[in-house]
């Protein structure tokens, strides 16, 4: 490699194998697999790799070998915070396998979540996994035919494309509805993200008007409001149902965002938290722990839900026979001085 520079894109594996000291197949191991290699020669070759910037031709590779190294997660919204402790526990099982996270952001539309595993199927990803549960037909065709390895996140659907973990949003908003019953409130409004589709949204919805048949309680459809994600949403859905009804002594929220706007807007006008009126929250956001009050919530375990869901790609690609996994992590109910 003397004389004029050569780009990273120039130097071949052959050059990599030669400074490193080691074979053209070890370089090949150590950057594909890098478990398969003794933690001298993945050293050795790291060391060669980051002197000359070497970029390994990926594509070339995945044309042999019809995968990349790569796994494609998509998710409804990049912005939203819930999803940073689920994507960080998959990045670090995948990494210390010696695959690489590609994350792209559908929002809530069908075809959007379509377009993007086409294309991430076309980059020729080893393995899928896709917060959302509804799913076009196309995209469930597009699946079929490449047979990659897929684990489905949002919720635990009666059609899995293949592999699941998750919790039940049904049984989970069944229960927080259930125990805001229990602790004496009657009148208990419910705030929903948008419901279309979102099957989430839907079955957050269902397990709420469940819990206040399971009450003996009225179900009024009035005391359900959807909202758009957001602090400024949560306070106006809070204002709207405190303005159509009065005699409401709990609201619900959906999302923990929405929570902490109608907290906030109640410390604005002066309206008592639990006094006036209680508030209730879906995950477990970490400044609901420290705002004052504390609000009460639904605690998911999104990172066992990352780290099992990778866990499970790995060892598909490593082998595992195919068959429909479904794992339900389950939820906790977390009270606290808001209720």
Not at 48 to 59: D, H, K, Q
Not at 272 to 282: D, K, L, N, Q, T
Request: glycine residues 8%; hydrophobic residues 45%.
């Amino acid at each position: 490699m003397a004389g004029k520079a050569r780009r990273g894109n120039d130097i071949t594996m052959s050059d990599i194998a030669r400074h490193a000291g080691v074979s053209p197949m070890t370089v090949s191991r150590a950057l594909s697999d890098p478990a398969s290699v003794s933690e001298e020669m993945r050293k050795k070759v790291d060391a060669a790799v980051r002197r000359f910037g070497y970029l390994p031709n990926r594509i070339a590779g995945s044309l042999s070998s019809k995968r990349s190294n790569v796994v494609g997660l998509v998710i409804p919204s990049i912005r939203n915070s819930l999803y940073a402790a689920m994507i960080q526990a998959i990045s670090n099982v995948l990494r210390a396998n010696g695959l690489h996270l590609m994350i792209a952001d559908s929002g809530h539309r069908l075809d959007d979540e379509e377009s993007l595993v086409s294309a991430l199927l076309a980059q020729r990803v080893c393995g899928l996994i896709l917060h959302n549960t509804k799913h076009s037909q196309r995209l469930r065709e597009l699946v079929a035919r490449s047979d990659v390895p897929v684990v489905e996140t949002g919720s635990l659907p009666a059609r899995p494309l293949d592999m699941v973990v998750s919790y039940s949003n049904f049984d989970a908003a069944r229960g927080m509805t259930a125990h805001l019953g229990r602790l004496g409130y009657r009148k208990i409004g419910f705030v929903t993200l948008p419901l279309r589709d979102n099957d989430r949204s839907r079955e957050r919805r269902r397990g709420y008007f469940a819990a206040l048949k399971d009450l003996g309680l009225s179900a009024d459809e009035g005391l359900v409001l959807e909202a758009d994600g957001g602090f400024s949403a949560g306070a106006d859905a809070l204002v709207r149902l405190v303005q159509t009804h009065p005699a409401i002594d709990a609201v619900f929220f959906a999302g923990d965002v929405l929570a902490v706007g109608a907290l906030f807007e109640c410390q604005r006008r002066g309206w008592a938290v639990p006094g006036r009126v209680a508030i209730a929250s879906f995950d477990d956001l970490d400044l609901l722990r420290h705002a004052v009050p504390a609000v009460t919530t639904l605690h998911i375990p999104r990172e066992e839900i990352g780290r099992r869901s990778a866990e499970l790609l790995v060892n598909r690609l490593r082998g595992a026979p195919r068959e429909k996994v479904r794992i339900d992590v389950g939820f906790e109910i977390v009270q606290r001085e808001s209720s």
